[in-house]
T-cell receptor, first 110, second 113 residues
Framework: QKEVEQDPGPLSVPEGAIVSLNCTYSNSAFQYFMWYRQYSRKGPELLMYTYSSGNKEDGRFTAQVDKSSKYISLFIRDSQPSDSATYLCAMSSSASKIIFGSGTRLSIRP | SAVISQKPSRDICQRGTSLTIQCQVDSQVTMMFWYRQQPGQSLTLIATANQGSEATYESGFVIDKFPISRPNLTFSTLTVSNMSPEDSSIYLC??????????FGPGTRLTVT
C-alpha cells in the first residue's frame, strides 16, 4: 500500500463547476499537508499549505484535512480554464521528506 | 515564499558525458532537495543537499552518478554523470523554509541521445 493515494484522473469538468480533488494516506504521523499545481512543462507551484486538521481558504481554493479519516481534499470553486493543470497532494511529518501523491490531471472545459 | 531559479532550463547531451545543473534560491533556506520527474509521472526524490557536508541520497541513487554540492544556504548543484538515455528526465531543485513550506524551481529538461 502506498503511503499516499491519489486518483490520477484525468478529470474533466465544465467551466464554473466546483472541483473536488482528494488524497488518502496511511501514516498518522503526517502533520503538514500541501497541494501543488503543475502546469505542463513547469515546476510544481505551492498552492495551499495546511498544518494539522481543519480548513483553509484562499480565494477560490479551499483545502480540508481530516486526520481522523486520513483524508485531504482541495476544492476549487467557479473553476476556470486556467485551472487546467496537474494537482499533486503532498504531506510530511515534522522534519521528514515530503511524500507526494501521483497527481490528478484536471481539465476545465470552456 | 522562496523563488528558485535553475540553469540550464534544458539541454541535449550525448551519452557518456556529464551535465551540471545549478540551483539558486533568492533567500536562505533550511533544506534543499533534488527531484526527478518523468513525463506524466510524480516526483522522485534523488537526494537532500546538505550545506557543508555530503548529500543524503535516497534508495536507488548514488553519489558517483549524482554528485551534489551545497556550498552555502542559497545555492546547490546537481551533476548527472556518465549519462545514458535512461537519464532523460526533468530535474527539479526544491527548497524548504523554516515554516516547512517547500518550493520548486522551474526544472531542467534533460535529453540524452
Amino acid at each position: 500500500q502506498k503511503e499516499v493515494e491519489q486518483d490520477p484522473g484525468p478529470l474533466s469538468v465544465p467551466e464554473g463547476a466546483i472541483v473536488s480533488l482528494n488524497c488518502t494516506y496511511s501514516n498518522s504521523a503526517f502533520q503538514y499537508f500541501m497541494w501543488y499545481r503543475q502546469y505542463s512543462r513547469k515546476g510544481p507551484e505551492l498552492l495551499m499549505y495546511t498544518y494539522s486538521s481543519g480548513n483553509k481558504e484562499d480565494g477560490r481554493f479551499t483545502a480540508q484535512v481530516d486526520k481522523s479519516s486520513k483524508y485531504i481534499s482541495l476544492f476549487i470553486r467557479d473553476s476556470q480554464p486556467s485551472d487546467s493543470a496537474t494537482y499533486l497532494c503532498a504531506m510530511s511529518s515534522s522534519a521528514s521528506k515530503i511524500i507526494f501523491g501521483s497527481g490528478t490531471r484536471l481539465s476545465i472545459r470552456p | 515564499s522562496a523563488v528558485i531559479s535553475q540553469k540550464p532550463s534544458r539541454d541535449i547531451c550525448q551519452r557518456g558525458t556529464s551535465l551540471t545543473i545549478q540551483c539558486q534560491v533568492d533567500s536562505q533556506v533550511t533544506m534543499m532537495f533534488w527531484y526527478r520527474q518523468q513525463p506524466g509521472q510524480s516526483l522522485t526524490l534523488i537526494a537532500t543537499a546538505n550545506q557543508g557536508s555530503e548529500a543524503t541520497y535516497e534508495s536507488g541513487f548514488v553519489i558517483d552518478k549524482f554528485p551534489i554540492s551545497r556550498p552555502n544556504l542559497t545555492f546547490s548543484t546537481l551533476t548527472v554523470s556518465n549519462m545514458s538515455p535512461e537519464d532523460s528526465s526533468i530535474y527539479l531543485c526544491s527548497a524548504r523554509d523554516t515554516s516547512y513550506e517547500q518550493y520548486f524551481g522551474p526544472g531542467t529538461r534533460l535529453t540524452v541521445t
